[in-house]
């Protein structure tokens, strides 16, 4: 069965601390691989994602992340943070062909200390 | 902008009630998703629709239904609340059935069962 699995639960940064937030997953087959953040208070809302070429994605908000194929892993970065940056993170993967539906991890809560 | 609109931001019920909760989106999507979230669980799918009178099981479907009539608007219902369904249900849109689509998500409603 698919499964995505974020490490970090909770993470405390200062600004300007770089940041690495883990995603795992478990699929026998080619993924699409998506990070959503949800900022207190408002939606979840799309950070990145990917599905093909490049592995290393870029998104908004200077957000990255690289899939390694190898690790099953897909893990974002940020050089720099921001007290904004605070919020929510969940790492999601879907299949390519045949199914709707995506797999959630269990969110990270990003912490940063102005 | 996609929209999607979820009518009720807080709702408090009692057990034994039928609850329905609605979500509307306004960008003609095929797919619709209900998930709920909870503290240190993530998103889980309840159930989803990939077009007009279609539904599909997700993860946890147990004490939930749906109902898509038209192609714009995803109800789900409760049809005995507990209080183990307090949680914040969020509501999804996504305008293919590839897996690359990245999902819009409404702003949630979170419901109280007393």
């Known amino acids: 069965a698919q499964s995505v699995s974020q490490h970090n639960h909770h993470v405390i940064l200062s600004e300007a601390a770089s940041l690495e937030l883990g995603c795992n997953y478990s699929y026998g087959g080619t993924v699409n691989l998506f990070w959503y953040v949800q900022y207190p208070g408002q939606h979840l809302q799309l950070l990145l994602k990917?599905?093909?070429?490049?592995?290393l994605v870029k998104g908004i908000k200077g957000f990255e992340a690289e899939f390694i194929k190898s690790k099953f892993s897909f893990n974002l970065r940020k050089p720099s943070v921001q007290w904004s940056d605070t919020a929510e993170y969940f790492c999601?993967?879907?299949?390519?062909?045949?199914?709707?539906?995506?797999?959630f991890g269990t969110g990270t809560r990003l912490k940063v200390l102005a | 902008d996609v929209k999607v609109t979820q009518s009720s931001r807080y709702l408090v019920k009692r057990t034994g009630e039928k609850v329905f909760l609605e979500c509307v989106q306004d960008m003609d999507h095929e797919n619709m998703f209900w998930y709920r979230q909870d503290p240190g669980l993530g998103l889980r799918l309840i159930y989803f629709s990939y077009d007009v009178k279609m539904k599909e099981k997700g993860d946890i479907p147990e004490g939930y239904s749906v109902s898509r009539e038209k192609k714009e608007r995803f109800s789900l219902i409760l049809e005995s609340a507990s209080t183990n369904q307090t949680s914040m249900y969020l509501c999804?849109?996504?305008?293919?059935?590839?897996?690359?689509?990245?999902?819009?998500f409404g702003s949630g409603t979170r419901l109280t069962v007393v």
């Open positions: 999804a849109s996504r305008p293919g059935t590839v897996g690359f689509y990245g999902y819009t």
């Open positions: 990917y599905f093909s070429g490049d592995p």
């Open positions: 999601a993967v879907s299949a390519t062909s045949g199914t709707y539906k995506y797999i």
